[in-house]
């Protein structure tokens, strides 16, 4: 097998490229080492560490109150999986969900308590300015005082609207959410990261479906994996990664699986023109389901026009569109 690198969104090569670079020196494609979950991490992490990009890591929007929290997992196999929550003063949650799920009998840990593990981990705090730049602070204090002030366009579909109307005008072209990165090594082993700040002044204590196994993420060796990115709510009411790696588990290919993980979406909720939801997919190496075919490679697929995924293999680096739109 060759190694690969899939994530989501136009900021992906800040996730693929050290992700790759873990990789090649693992000497992953040809078979060594097992650094497909390190090579995730490492993507993931450099996302959170970026203060442009503000839906992930530090420089994520806060929720209502201004405070900023951050969530993420990670996952190899359904006994294989980690994820913090409601974290608030440690930056990388995907390295500390590696932790959760090495060092406890446990899956996922939040709130305060998510935070105190890292600590005793040996984990660095943000520091005294805590997650909140100066930019997101703000961009909160804009909202604040009246949402009208904020520049809307820039976050459509990603922040709540202000009424009925601006619903009915605004549309799904968002740019900014929740980094997901997909891995396989050149021994066809899978692992995946998810990682994000959350909804942008979402209510305080809101968790999506970005740290939860089997709706952000989901990852089985024997079946694929699978990430989620856009309105958590509609991927959690549809348990939308774990079902995708379900249709690859009963044969479908990567695009059909994302395609039908979406399509359920459609038809169970009520959509409003601001809704969006992605996904990222990726086929086991031993076949789509062990149904005895070739690798079945990768997709993507969006139910609006917007999404783009970031893929890294031995040809380079590139952003595209999604495969796939529902809605177009």
Known sequence: MQPIVLSTWSFGPVANNPAWEVLVRRGDEGGGGGGVLDAVIAGATAVENDPTINSVGIGGLPDASGRVSLDGCVMENPDRAGSVACLRRFANPCAIARRVMEK??????VG?????????????????KGLLTDYARGEWEKWISDPRHL???????????????EKARSGPDQSHDTVCVLGMDGRGRLAGACSTSGMAFK???RVGDSPIIGHGLYVDQEAGAAAATGNGE???GTCGSFLAVE??????MPIDAATEALTR?????KLGPDHQVAMIVMASAKGAGGHGREWGGWASAAIRPGFQHTITDAGGTRVEPAQRVLMA
Not at 151 to 165: C, M, Q, S, T, V
């Open 112 to 128: 305060e308590d998510a935070d105190r593990f890292a600590e005793r981990e040996g984990f660095a705090p943000i520091g005294e």
């Open 265 to 269: 979406i459609t038809r169970r909720f």
């Open 247 to 252: 249709m690859m588990r009963r044969g479908a």
């Open 203 to 205: 209510v305080p204590g």
């Open 151 to 165: 520049d809307r366009d820039k976050y459509r579909g990603w922040i709540p609207p202000l009424n009925i109307e």
């Open 104 to 109: 406890t009998i446990h899956i996922m840990l």
């Open 234 to 236: 509609l991927v959690m």
